[in-house]
């Protein structure tokens, strides 16, 4: 099969496409025909070697994980009726880079009916992600949301559900047409951060109102200028950190203005019940609930994949196909 290899650590040139034996599934295992893989952001500062969290692999090393395809072998001891299926998940081995990927029968989802393989793996891990930060939220529609990265993965899908739940929202994204595109999602105000008075432009928007509730997906200075817009008794929920540079309040602070402070993302990573939360954000997708965007990209254009999304020139989800399909 072809798949993207990383040999050294390093710029995205060192993502390799090259022929590699087929996996084979074992016991418990199906094997996947791949027809989406999910690349996320913090596998491009893992490709470069960066200790930010999760164990750097060994290499050679097939990034990724989860995947969307049909079912094409089964392992020992595993019900041949799921040749044929179409399935998605987060834990695609070796990696999701690749044509195939063999994976636990357990950590399958069966695709509903009408949703595309690309819908299907930006869900399951990112819509999945977007469902257990809002359950934290708790969004009400008397609430003023301001969503920063809102025309990321995440942040579109948040912008959706609070639009549906009749909240106020302000969707705060990089460049004219990424403001374009929260606009269409519903944002009641939608406006370019990357503009030096992009505060000022949101406090004109809303009369001079604080907002109830920030969901930051950046940190660093916007994340700081996202926290100086709440009103007092506001919270503020940090759901990433696309920046790479972190925004923590002070107790002094948080105190004299009367708000909250979450790390959202963290509290879901350490508590949430994957697999259901996974069922219930494809579930969503299908029945139209919440529309997944995503930017595609070849299997073999990995390294164009992983530059465009380090320097954030993409909307939704990216997403690798391979040119088998």
């Known amino acids: 099969m072809r798949a993207v290899v990383l040999h050294e650590f390093g710029p995205a040139e060192n993502l390799r496409y090259e022929t590699v034996p087929d996996p084979v599934p074992g016991p418990g295992q199906v094997r996947v025909s791949v027809r989406a893989a999910g690349v996320h952001q913090i596998e491009t500062a893992m490709r470069q070697g960066l200790d930010i969290g999760p164990p750097l692999p060994a290499l050679p090393a097939v990034f990724g994980g989860e995947v969307a395809g049909v079912v094409d072998a089964v392992g020992p001891d595993v019900d041949e009726g799921?040749?044929?299926?179409?399935?998605?998940?987060?834990?695609?081995?070796?990696?999701?880079?690749?044509?195939?990927?063999?994976?636990?029968?357990?950590?399958?989802?069966?695709?509903?009916?009408?949703?595309?393989?690309?819908?299907?793996?930006?869900?399951?891990?990112?819509?999945?992600?977007?469902?257990?930060?809002?359950?934290?939220?708790?969004?009400?529609?008397?609430?003023?949301?301001?969503?920063?990265?809102?025309?990321?993965?995440?942040?579109?899908?948040?912008?959706?559900?609070?639009?549906?739940?009749?909240?106020?929202?302000?969707g705060a994204a990089g460049g004219p047409a990424k403001t374009v595109a929260v606009r269409e999602l519903g944002a009641d105000v939608a406006v370019d951060y990357n503009e030096a008075d992009w505060t000022d432009t949101v406090r004109d928007a809303l009369g001079g109102r604080g907002v109830t509730v920030v969901l930051d997906g950046v940190e660093g200075d916007k994340g700081r200028a996202a926290f100086g817009l709440l009103a007092e008794g506001g919270r503020y929920l940090s759901i990433g950190a696309a920046s790479r540079e972190e925004f923590r309040p002070d107790e002094t602070e948080l105190k004299a203005r009367g708000v909250s402070f979450t790390d959202a993302l963290d509290l879901l990573l350490r508590g949430q019940d994957a697999s259901a939360d996974e069922a219930r954000a494809l579930a969503a997708a299908a029945d139209g609930s919440l529309v997944p965007a995503f930017q595609a990209f070849p299997l073999s254009r990995a390294a164009e994949a992983h530059t465009a999304l380090k320097a954030r020139a993409t909307t939704g989800k990216v997403v690798l196909v391979p040119e088998s399909r």
């Open 82 to 170: 799921w040749i044929g299926t179409g399935v998605t998940t987060r834990h695609g081995m070796p990696g999701g880079y690749a044509e195939l990927a063999v994976a636990d029968v357990a950590s399958l989802h069966r695709i509903p009916a009408g949703l595309g393989y690309e819908a299907a793996v930006t869900m399951v891990v990112t819509g999945t992600t977007a469902i257990g930060l809002l359950d934290i939220a708790e969004l009400t529609p008397d609430d003023l949301v301001l969503v920063t990265s809102a025309a990321g993965g995440i942040g579109r899908l948040v912008v959706q559900y609070a639009h549906r739940l009749g909240a106020t929202v302000v």
